[in-house]
């Protein structure tokens, strides 16, 4: 089975600077999809940024990046230019392809707590 | 707003009872996911419906059950509810199964036990 490790439980970051969240996970699929969300105190699960394992290059959508390490299973998350809105829980998860009848259930890290410091 | 909608948003009720979640949708969407979120679990599957039927089971206790409808929306069924069912339930939709679809989450039902 799949599993999502992420290592920090909390993190803090000043506005304007950059941070970033570690996110390690175990699988012995060789493609699959990873996924950070975000969960605000609102507690609405919002999709930030994807990555396909068959793809060799970093995912980016404005200032979130990812950092994706197939051989060493390795997935951060690079949040650039901070700003108060991104004070959230983020998640990273796993998916399998699914297909054949399977699930593409996610698998999720336990979190980790963003606090941004104005 | 992501499309799916989820009812009641929050439900408070007694150890022993039974309760009903229910979980519409974006249109056109033909997979539901059920996830429970707890402070000690953290996000867990629960269950997967594609199309009316089950896709696959996750972490489910057998108190718990579900169902898709041929309208695609769907229902959680908790019952002979425990202090540890309190948690926030999600359901999630996606277009398909299989590929690269987005899965989007509904706001959630806050279930409290007491």
């Known amino acids: 089975a799949q599993t999502v490790t992420q290592s920090q439980p909390e993190m803090s970051v000043q506005e304007a600077e950059t941070v970033t969240l570690s996110c390690t996970y175990d699988?012995?699929?060789?493609?699959?999809?990873l996924f950070w969300y975000k969960q605000p105190p609102s507690r609405q699960m919002i999709l930030v940024i994807r990555q396909e394992a068959y793809k060799q290059q970093n995912a980016t959508e404005n200032r979130f990046s990812v950092n994706f390490q197939k051989a060493a299973k390795s997935f951060s998350l690079k949040i650039s230019d901070s700003q108060l809105g991104d004070a959230a829980m983020y998640f990273c998860?796993?998916?399998?392809?699914?297909?054949?009848?399977?699930?593409?259930?996610?698998?999720f890290g336990k979190g980790t707590k963003l606090t941004v410091n104005p | 707003d992501s499309g799916v909608t989820q009812t009641p948003k929050h439900l408070i009720t007694a150890t022993g009872q039974r309760v009903t979640l229910r979980c519409s949708p974006r249109?056109?969407?033909?997979?539901v996911y059920w996830y429970q979120q707890s402070l000690d679990q953290g996000l867990q599957f629960l269950i997967h419906?594609?199309?009316?039927?089950?896709?696959a089971k996750g972490n489910i206790l057998e108190r718990f059950s579900a169902q898709q409808f041929p309208d695609l929306h769907s229902e959680l069924n908790l019952s002979s509810l425990e202090l540890g069912d309190s948690a926030l339930y999600f359901c999630?939709?996606?277009?398909?199964?299989?590929?690269?679809?987005?899965?989007?989450f509904g706001p959630g039902t806050r279930l409290t036990v007491l």
């Open positions: 999630a939709s996606s277009v398909d199964s299989g590929s690269y679809n987005e899965q989007f």
């Open positions: 998860a796993y998916r399998s392809l699914g297909g054949a009848g399977g699930s593409e259930k996610l698998v």
């Open positions: 249109s056109g969407d033909l997979s």
């Open positions: 699988t012995s699929e060789s493609d699959y999809y």
């Open positions: 419906y594609y199309n009316g039927e089950e896709r």
